[in-house]
Nanobody, 115 residues
Framework: QVQMEESGGGLVQPGGSLRLSCAASGINVNIFDMGWYRQAPGKQREFVASIRSGGDTIYANSVKGRFTISRDNAKNTVILQMVNLKPEDTALYFC?????????WGTGTLVTVSS
């Protein structure tokens, strides 16, 4: 059984930082394309960042230069380091694993950026 568990969300002031983790079980994150998505209240889910199985990374323009995605293969975990957070980054953040048409999602971790 595949499980994806996000953690690390919380309340942070504008300009602050958070580190999100996605711990996967039942799959090897090293061979999947891994990604982070987010959904703000009243909005559709949107792409944030991804790291391909080969290591290439892609970022949404809105987070480029502020967010960094990485993998910790030893812990079978994907990390999203977020700095210089803005109120518009407030959303439920989801971890995604994709390979060959197979798609897995976590249940999300809430990030709130507010003073």
């Amino acid at each position: 059984q595949v499980q994806m568990e996000e953690s690390g969300g919380g309340l942070v002031q504008p300009g602050g930082s958070l580190r999100l983790s996605c711990a996967a079980s039942g799959i090897n994150v090293n061979i999947f394309d891994m990604g982070w998505y987010r959904q703000a209240p009243g909005k559709q889910r949107e792409f944030v960042a991804s790291i391909r199985s080969g290591g290439d990374t892609i970022y949404a323009n809105s987070v480029k230069g502020r967010f960094t995605i990485s993998r910790d293969n030893a812990k079978n975990t994907v990390i999203l380091q977020m700095v210089n957070l803005k109120p518009e980054d407030t959303a439920l953040y989801f971890c995604n694993a994709w390979r060959g048409g197979i798609n897995y999602w976590g249940t999300g971790t809430l990030v709130t950026v507010s003073s």
